[in-house]
């Protein structure tokens, strides 16, 4: 997994019922952009993040 600042991490939820989840990655603090990733969700909340297999980056739009 590689990602740049300004990507979108997408995680899926992995229960009946349980939404997806969308961040901006702030900061990439691995080498060549391989996690952890500094994010940021749509309430404001900052984590660092190790994804998952349940887990996609969707490159920034050009």
Known sequence: MQATT???LHVHGRTV???DQTAEILEV???EGAPPYLVR???GHEGLVFPGPDCVVEK???
Do not use: S
Request: aromatic content about 6%.
């Open 17 to 19: 019922g349980n939404p």
């Open 60 to 62: 920034e739009a050009p």
């Open 29 to 31: 603090r691995g080498e």
């Open 41 to 43: 969700y749509p309430d």
């Open 6 to 8: 300004g990507d979108r």
